[in-house]
C-alpha cells in the first residue's frame, strides 16, 4: 500500500511568515510522530499522536511550534513567526500502535530567508 | 532518557567488502528495541533491521546483521557484500517508552566505492 507521505517538499519562507506542513500516514496507522532534522544531523523527536490525541509535545521547540491531528488521519505541523533557526527537514513517520516500528515519509526541507 | 552516540561520521567499503558501523546507547528503559535505518540522499528514512533487547538472538535481514551487545549497550551493524546502493547516511536509534518515541545517534556517512 502507500507509504506515509508529506507535502509540500520544499518550502522557503520568509522569516516571520506562518507555514503549515502536511503529513499523510500510512491507513490505519494510529501512532504519528513529528521529528525534525538539522542538516547533517539525526532527526529529533517533536510531538507525538495517538489517534487524535496529542500525548507527547515535549520536543516542540517553542510556542511557535503547534501540531495537530484533528480527525486521527492527516496531521498538520505549523510554525508560526518562522525563524532562521526553523530551517530543518520535519519528517513525519507513523505505526501501527504502540512501540510497533516507525515507517517515515519524505519530509518537507523548510528553509527560512 | 535515552542516549545514541555513532561515533563514526563517515566510512567507506569497496563494493563486494564488508563493513561495519558502530553504535553505543544508553537508556533507563528496561523493555527497549534498537533499529537502524537508512536514508540515501532523497531523504527517505528506509527501517533497516530491528532489535529487541529482551531478544538474545542478533537480527539478520538478508545481508545485513547486527552485533547487540546488551550489557556493552553496543549495537552494531554489518553489512556484506556491500552493494552500491548501500550507499547513504545511516542511524542507530533506540525506542522505548510506553508508545515508542525514537532516539537517534548522529549518523554514520557510508560510501560504497566501485
Known amino acids: 500500500g502507500a507509504g506515509v507521505s508529506q507535502s509540500p517538499r520544499y518550502k522557503v519562507a520568509k522569516r516571520g511568515q506562518d507555514v503549515a506542513l502536511r503529513c499523510d500516514p500510512i491507513?490505519?496507522?494510529?501512532?504519528l510522530f513529528w521529528y525534525q532534522q538539522a542538516l547533517g544531523q539525526g532527526p529529533e523527536f517533536l510531538t507525538y499522536?495517538?489517534?487524535?490525541?496529542?500525548?507527547?509535545k515535549s520536543g516542540l521547540p517553542s510556542d511557535r511550534f503547534f501540531a495537530e491531528r484533528p480527525e486521527g488521519s492527516v496531521s498538520t505541523l505549523k510554525i508560526q513567526r518562522t525563524q532562521q533557526e526553523d530551517s530543518a527537514v520535519y519528517l513525519c513517520?507513523?505505526?501501527?500502535?504502540?512501540?510497533?516500528?516507525?515507517?517515515f515519509g519524505p519530509g518537507t526541507r523548510l528553509l527560512v530567508l | 532518557a535515552q542516549t545514541v552516540t555513532q561515533s563514526q561520521p563517515e566510512m567507506s567499503v569497496q563494493e563486494a567488502e564488508t563493513v561495519t558501523l558502530s553504535c553505543t546507547y544508553d537508556?533507563?528503559?528496561?523493555?527497549?528495541?534498537l533499529f537502524w535505518y537508512k536514508q540515501p540522499p532523497s531523504r527517505q528514512m528506509i527501517l533497516v533491521i530491528r532489535?529487541?533487547?529482551?531478544?538474545?538472538q542478533n537480527a539478520t535481514e538478508n545481508r545485513f546483521s547486527v552485533n547487540f551487545q546488551k550489557a556493552a549497550k553496543s549495537f552494531s551493524l554489518k553489512i556484506s557484500d556491500s552493494q552500491l546502493g548501500d550507499t547513504a547516511m545511516y542511524f542507530c536509534?533506540?525506542?522505548?517508552?510506553?508508545?515508542?518515541?525514537?532516539?537517534f545517534g548522529q549518523g554514520t556517512i557510508l560510501t560504497v566505492h566501485p
Open positions: 536509534a533506540s525506542g522505548g517508552t510506553s508508545y515508542g518515541k525514537l532516539t
Open positions: 532489535q529487541e533487547a529482551y531478544k538474545q
Open positions: 537508556t533507563s528503559e528496561n523493555n527497549y528495541y
Open positions: 491507513s490505519g496507522h494510529v501512532s
Open positions: 499522536f495517538q489517534n487524535e490525541a496529542q500525548l507527547d
Open positions: 513517520a507513523s505505526s501501527s500502535g504502540n512501540r510497533e516500528t516507525q515507517y
